[in-house]
């Protein structure tokens, strides 16, 4: 069905679960389409020093969400929304039609974690200057 790359990927489960500490969090998906990408990621001085991801669904969606969240380690905040997510495929290879939503679910929920970030950052200096 996928192929042993995207397999690998899937059983290892590295690069996914939460961070406690994680100060941008994003989501995407559609329960409809059966897959849900969250990223968690820590950030300090606009660079990404840890992610990671939980995914809800298939194993194309893991695999997607593992291959993702390692790449935007080191990664400043606009590297992370250039993400190229033909890299991604070059990756893990073939990846079946009806499961490239996965792609850009893991776009859009590393957007929603970058913009998270910038909100709270925003909040905390309006806070400061009270």
């Known amino acids: 069905m996928y192929n042993q790359k995207i397999m ?24 409809s389409l059966g897959d849900i990408l969250k990223f968690y990621m820590v950030v300090e001085d606009e660079k990404i020093v840890d992610a990671k991801c939980k995914a809800f669904g298939s194993a194309v969606a893991i695999a997607v969400g593992s291959v993702c969240a390692q ?23 073939e990846i079946p039609e009806n499961k490239k939503h996965c792609l850009v679910a893991a776009k859009e929920a590393i957007a929603t974690a970058v913009n998270y970030y910038y909100k709270k ?3 905390a200096e309006k806070e400061e200057v009270k």
């Open 71 to 93: 790449s935007l380690i080191g990664k400043t905040l606009t590297q992370a929304l250039e993400l190229d997510i033909n890299q991604v495929v070059e990756e893990l290879g």
């Open 121 to 123: 950052q925003e909040k």
């Open 8 to 31: 690998d990927i899937f059983t290892s489960q590295e690069n996914m679960g939460e961070i406690r500490t994680a100060n941008a969090i994003g989501e995407a998906g559609s329960a």
